[in-house]
């Protein structure tokens, strides 16, 4: 009877300061979004759930190591006890009823993180090896950046265009699939304004995968608008000019996540300087970057592989031959 | 005068072999691509190729696995080239930056694993009576070590010979971890940048394919690891001579071979970058090592079926007199429980990674959105197998602990039918909960609900097992020599992974958790407490009944200390660095996460258990020769195979016995569990 008193009291104690260590140390990213509230919330639940059964198991084994241990010189058996149906019950229906309060609250939390807000802003969001774009339809406005004013539920309508990818911001907790062919759609809510927070593809996509992360800024509602504006206005403005729609159409395909624009290096060539420079090839010899060069390698990327991007596979487009003039203007801007 | 044949002139071979392959394929590949590619996938395959098979003939000669090898490598290009022939008479390509197109490669590969089996001599018999030529019930296998490296029918060489493939496994994917562990120790590119190139692929690609290849052959050296211990323990149990099939067990061993061979020329063959899951599109778009990789695991699913098959058959049927289901050692009944899962749910992951090879190969567009097909799909038919499969790696794990524990306490096993059953419940519910794994995949979003309360039924026989446990261990005599040793191991390590696991069967906090380190860290833990400790808890358990010699303690608990701290560390830190938002699969992270430190301290961790592994390898091969000499009950045990000296005579038991008691009664004065017949009495 004694050992029992004595575990049970440990086992509490373990549990306790387990729970209140892991609770001082903070294991989840700051929570910047109404659906991470009631996440948090049944993280905290469950956590509290895990440090008790650790202790439940760990305390008697660790007690039962030490006091129990075999004495030396003693070579008799333990005390021979088969085992007790009354406990085998007990252990198989209380956690059964844990276990299905535990599913019967996660589908409530579950409910919780998918209110829909009818008046919720809708950004279109196109995934692909290795980028992100952002299109917001009700303001004609297309980004590399994910704008949003705080306190007001985004409706995100996502699309791949290649493979399979998954759009998480950590501190907003909620994840979703990009999936080719269809339509996957996820409600955030910010609630914490700040410009350090980063959409990362949480589901391998090939070579980049790693660094298919783009900025989340996260603003009043004031200064998006003012934001909106602004992008509106340069949208326009570029609209004037070739190089202007080149950059949109740059912007909007997202080349800039293989292709820099400073020399630095990426997944594929830089375009920094690239226009009229000596390109060396793969397989030996070089080529001048002019404009049938540059349109032939937009149009049918594998024609001529510049030396060392031999294990790249960038995928052909289908621009018009006005939106490739663009291009080729865009890209000679840049110097 | 005989041939000796020793390790050193294997590795001799080993080089001279590699070295004549490699310039094989210099050549090749130069005649091809019109260049001199010192680095490319074509030389480093033959390299590969020939120095493996070199090796097995400087060690063992012309025969057994040395022959299956050959025959596997001629008729790999045998069939790569009948496919180029064909594709050059129709006017299509004929070679690539791989040397064979892809459907030479495959169907070439294809030919090189099934010739593998006529060359190492397993379809001999069935080849004889075939053509109506009788062959004896037993062959006599030569004696030393020598019968390891050739077709044997008698189980306990086929355990030891999985358990060996397995260790061999465990080391190359062990290497692997190490390579990509070492690369992300500090955040930006290391070693694996974009500037070098190896097979044909730059860092971060190179990355992506260690990494995916540490997955599948990590899973392969469990499923051969568990037939290992399967395979010896489970007619010992039984008081059977052998299993029910000896010759499809064999053949279930020798075809994990060549898809072993197959898995690691996925490496040089280009490589890819889906992860071991090899989801579509991504898979559908991946260099020829893609298709490699989803052969080596098409071929060696025909071992674990089949393997499964014959336990289910020896068990039922080659049973001692007296062994009631409720007298059945509790290892076998999770034998009997893994067994199920693996012969039913295996065909699925086959499937579905067999239907993206006819996507590649013939343009079926099974999962090709473009096409009418369905991305969603292959994630429902894989995870069909493969969540079932997480319960095939860990049940006989969780088996041995129960099967070890009442030995080192000296007490029953506490509430054994509960303890049987629950093997059984955890396989029947694992049946139902696959779809946790696509919470956020864009499947329909009514259907989460329904799996996360399947899936956290799950808890419900695990909890049962660790109660059970405890209650063992509670008022016992607890004596902890090396084995027990991991057995406690296997239980906290376990729970840490039982523990982690409820948070992401429930939907909304699984969205965060999903595709983070936090997976990593949890999987970890339930693998490594389900499968390594007790495997290893398994092989020093089981060491002096194979050798009759012992492994040495003091190294043996060497191993356990340095391996135990080492990992919890390891998995902890996981589950906290992707908490706040490290995912899965990347080859670099975002140094403004402040993560530097935790994965150089995680990197720490990996070495450190791999020294421990070494030790445990370097202690097993000395003990073999040089172990302190047991060749009695070492540990005092009431099951049948402590009952006769120690090594066990190659017919096993040479009097039949007969159950006449509780298998786990210790404690109880005067009892035990078997019985021997006396000679003459009664059939066996």
Same mark, same amino acid.
């Given at each position: 009877?004694?050992h ?5 009291i440990?086992?509490?104690a373990?549990?306790?300061?387990t729970?209140?260590?892991? /609770?001082t ?8 979004s ?9 993280w905290?639940l469950?956590?509290?759930a ?11 084994m660790v007690?039962?190591l030490?006091?129990f241990?075999r ?8 005390? /021979? ?8 019950i ?16 996660g ?8 209110r ?7 950004v ?17 406005i ?10 007001r ?8 265009r290649?493979v399979i /990818?998954s ?6 907790r909620v ?5 080719p ?21 949480a ?17 009043e509602?004031?200064a998006f ?16 000019t ?16 293989? /292709? ?20 060396p090839?793969s ?10 060069f540059?349109?032939e ?21 289908n ?10 203007a865009y ?5 | 005068?005989e041939?000796?044949y ?14 004549i392959?490699?310039?094989i ?5 130069a ?14 395959a ?12 400087g ?6 696995i ?5 025959y ?14 064909i594709?050059?008479?129709?006017g ?7 040397f ?6 495959v ?6 694993a099934v ?6 001599g ?9 053509r ?7 062959h ?12 044997s ?12 493939t ?5 080391a ?17 590119l290391?070693?694996l %940048?974009v500037?070098?190139?190896l097979f ?14 540490h997955?599948?052959?990590?899973i ?12 010896y ?22 075809v994990?071979?060549?898809?072993s061979?197959?898995?690691l020329?996925?490496?040089?063959l280009?490589g890819?970058?889906t992860?071991w899951?090899?989801?579509?599109p991504?898979?559908a ?8 990789f ?11 079926i ?6 289910i ?7 001692a007199?007296?062994m ?7 290892f076998?009944?999770?034998?009997i ?10 065909q699925l992951i086959?499937?579905?990674?067999q239907?993206?090879m ?28 493969s969540?079932p ?12 602990i ?10 029953p096993?506490?509430g ?7 093997s059984?419940g ?17 499947m329909n ?14 808890a ?14 509670w %008022? ?8 027990m ?15 982690s ?12 958790l ?10 970890h ?15 020093y ?8 010699r ?6 043996g ?14 998995t902890?830190?996981m589950m906290r660095?992707g908490l ?9 992270y975002?140094?403004?996460l402040?993560?530097?430190?935790t994965?150089?301290?995680?990197t ?6 791999a ?7 370097? %202690?097993?091969?000395h ?6 000499k ?26 039949p ?6 298998p ?5 004065p005067?009892?035990?569990?078997v019985?021997?017949i ?5 059939k066996?």
């Open positions: 009877m004694r029992f008193v004595v575990v049970g440990l086992v509490v373990v549990a306790v300061l729970y209140l260590g892991l /609770h140390v903070g294991l989840m990213p700051v929570p910047a109404a659906q991470a509230g009631p996440i948090d919330w049944l905290d469950q956590i509290k895990m440090t008790f059964l650790f202790a439940l198991i760990v305390v008697p007690y039962s030490f006091v241990r004495r030396k010189g003693d070579t008799s058996d333990a005390e /021979h006890i088969e085992g007790n149906t009354t406990l085998e007990v252990w198989t229906i209380i956690p059964l009823f844990m276990v299905l309060g535990m599913a019967y609250i589908a409530e939390n579950l409910a919780e993180t998918r829909v807000d009818p008046d919720a802003m809708v279109r969001v196109t995934g692909y090896q290795w980028g992100w774009t952002f299109d917001y339809p009700d303001y004609g297309t980004s590399n950046e994910l704008y949003l004013p705080v306190n539920q985004a409706l995100l309508k996502m699309e791949s290649d /990818h759009f998480w911001v950590p501190e907003f994840k979703q699939d990009l999936v062919g269809r339509v996957t759609e996820l409600r955030i809510t910010p609630t914490l304004i700040g410009d350090t927070y980063k959409v990362r593809c589901e391998i996509c090939g070579t980049s995968h790693a660094y298919m992360e783009a900025p989340v800024i996260v603003v509602k004031v608008e003012a934001w909106v504006a602004e992008q509106q206005a340069l949208a326009s403005e570029a609209g004037q070739p190089e202007g729609r080149g950059l949109a159409l740059v912007t909007a395909n997202g080349c800039r996540a293989c /292709h820099s624009i400073d020399g630095s290096g990426g997944v594929g060539p830089t375009w920094f300087q690239l226009a009229g420079s000596e390109v090839l397989g030996g010899g070089t080529v001048v970057a002019d404009d049938a540059l349109k390698s937009i149009l049918q990327p594998q024609a001529k592989i510049v030396a060392g991007f031999e294990a790249q596979q960038m995928p052909a487009y621009f018009t031959d006005e939106q490739v003039a663009d291009i080729i890209i000679k801007t840049l110097k | 005068m041939r000796k020793t390790v050193g002139s294997g590795l001799l071979f080993l080089l001279i072999a590699g070295v392959g490699y310039f394929g210099l050549g090749i590949d005649l091809i691509m019109k260049s001199v590619r010192w680095t490319a996938p074509v030389p480093s033959f390299a590969l190729l020939f120095a493996f098979t070199a090796f097995f003939f060690v063992y000669g012309y025969r057994g040395t022959r299956g090898l050959v596997q490598v001629v008729w790999t290009l045998i069939g790569g080239f009948i496919v180029t022939g594709r050059a008479a129709r299509l390509s004929v070679f690539s930056g791989f064979f197109t892809e459907p030479a490669w169907f070439g590969a294809l030919a090189g010739a593998f089996l006529f060359g190492v397993v379809m001999d018999d069935w080849v004889k009576w075939a109506g030529i009788d062959t004896p019930e037993h006599e296998d030569e004696p030393g070590w020598e019968k390891y490296l050739g077709v029918l008698d189980h306990k060489v086929i355990g030891i010979q999985y358990t060996i397995a260790l061999f496994l465990i190359v994917g062990g290497t692997f971890a190490l390579i990509f562990r070492t690369e992300l120790a500090a955040s930006g290391q070693f %940048n500037d070098m190139s044909g692929q730059n860092g971060p690609q190179l990355y992506n394919t260690l990494m995916s290849l997955g599948m052959i990590m392969v050296s469990i499923l051969l690891g568990i037939s290992g211990i399967i395979n323990a489970v007619p010992l149990l039984l008081g059977a001579q052998d299993m029910a099939f000896p010759r499809l067990n064999a053949f279930a061993y020798w994990s071979v060549p898809a061979v197959l898995l020329m996925s490496l040089v280009g890819f970058d992860g899951t090899g989801y579509p991504l898979s778009k991946a260099p020829v090592g893609q298709q490699m989803f052969l080596g695991v098409f071929v060696a699913g025909w071992s674990s089949l393997g499964a098959l014959n336990v058959a020896t068990v039922l049927r080659m049973r007199r007296g009631t289901s409720m007298r059945l050692p509790i076998v009944w999770a034998s429980a893994t067994s199920i899962i693996a012969l039913t749910a295996t086959g499937l579905s990674f239907l993206v006819f996507q590649r190969l013939f343009g079926m567009g099974f999962f090709d959105p473009a096409k009418g097909g369905n991305p969603v799909l292959f994630q429902h038919l894989f995870w069909f197998y969540h499969a997480v319960y095939v790696f860990v049940l006989p794990g969780l088996g041995v129960s099967e070890l524990l009442p030995v080192f306490v000296r007490k096993l506490f054994y039918r509960w303890v049987a059953m629950s059984l955890i396989a029947l519910v694992g049946f139902l909960v696959w779809a946790h794994h696509m919470f956020a995949s864009g979003e009514y259907l989460r609900v329904p799996f996360m309360y399947s899936t956290l039924l799950v419900v026989p695990t909890g049962v097992k660790f109660f059970s446990w405890v209650a063992t261990i %008022n016992g005599k607890i004596s902890t020599p090396t084995p040793l991991f057995v406690l191991g296997a239980i906290v390590v376990f729970l840490m992974g039982g523990l696991g409820p948070p992401n069967a429930t939907v909304s906090v699984d969205l965060h999903h595709d983070t380190y936090f997976i990593v860290g949890h999987f833990d339930t693998i490594f407490g389900g499968f390594v400790f007790p495997f290893f808890a398994a092989i358990y089981w060491f002096p009944k194979a050798t009759g012992r492994m040495n303690e003091f190294w608990k060497v191993h356990f200390w340095l391996m135990t701290p080492s990992f919890l560390i390891l902890f830190g660095v706040l938002g490290m995912r899965r699969r990347i080859a670099d975002d140094p403004a402040g993560f530097d430190f994965h150089l301290i995680l720490i961790c990996a070495f450190a258990i020294l421990s592994v070494l030790i445990f390898i370097v %202690n097993l091969f003990s073999i020769k040089h172990g302190e047991a060749e009695g009950n070492v540990w005092n045990s009431r099951s049948p195979e402590w009952q006769v000296p120690s090594p066990m005579p190659s017919h096993n038991y040479e009097q016995f007969e159950v006449v008691g509780e786990y009664d210790y404690g109880l005067g009892s035990k569990y019985e021997f006396p000679a003459r009495g009664g066996h």
